[in-house]
C-alpha cells in the first residue's frame, strides 16, 4: 500500500525551529519528485519547497527561502524539512507529496499525498 506520513509538526514561538518527516511506504521516494506544501486556515493550498528527483535539486517559495531546507535520506525512504527561523505566518498544516513524472514543481497535481501535520508558531 502506498502512504506518505508527515510527522515533526507541533507549537513553537516565533524564531524557533522544527523538521518535520515524510516518510515513504509501499514505493522509493528516490524513484519520485517531493513536494511540501502548507495549507492555512481560509487560505489556498501552497507549495513550499521540492526536491527532484533527478538530480536532488531544491526549489523554494520566496517567503521561506533561506529559513527553510529540504533534504531526502534515500536509505530511510524519508523526505525533510528542515524549518529555521520560523513566523507566525508560517502556521499551517504541512503536507508531503510525491510525482514520478515531470519536474519538480510547487503546483499540482501530485500523485500521492499524506495526511499533513500541523505547524503552530506564536509570536
Known amino acids: 500500500q502506498v502512504q506518505l506520513v508527515e510527522s515533526g509538526g507541533g507549537l513553537v514561538q516565533a524564531g524557533g525551529s522544527l523538521r518535520l518527516s515524510c516518510a515513504a511506504s509501499g514505493f522509493t521516494l528516490d524513484y519520485y519528485n517531493i513536494a511540501w506544501f502548507r495549507e492555512a486556515p481560509g487560505k489556498e493550498r501552497e507549495g513550499v519547497s521540492c526536491i527532484s528527483r533527478r538530480d536532488g535539486s531544491t526549489y523554494y517559495r520566496d517567503s521561506v527561502k533561506g529559513r527553510f531546507s529540504i533534504s531526502r535520506d534515500n536509505a530511510k525512504n524519508t523526505v525533510y524539512l528542515q524549518m529555521n527561523s520560523l513566523k507566525p505566518e508560517d502556521t499551517a498544516v504541512y503536507y508531503c507529496?510525491?510525482?514520478?513524472?515531470?519536474?519538480?514543481?510547487?503546483?499540482?497535481?501530485?500523485?500521492?499525498w499524506g495526511q499533513g501535520t500541523q505547524v503552530t508558531v506564536s509570536s
Open positions: 507529496a510525491a510525482v514520478a513524472l515531470g519536474s519538480c514543481r510547487l503546483e499540482g497535481p501530485y500523485d500521492y
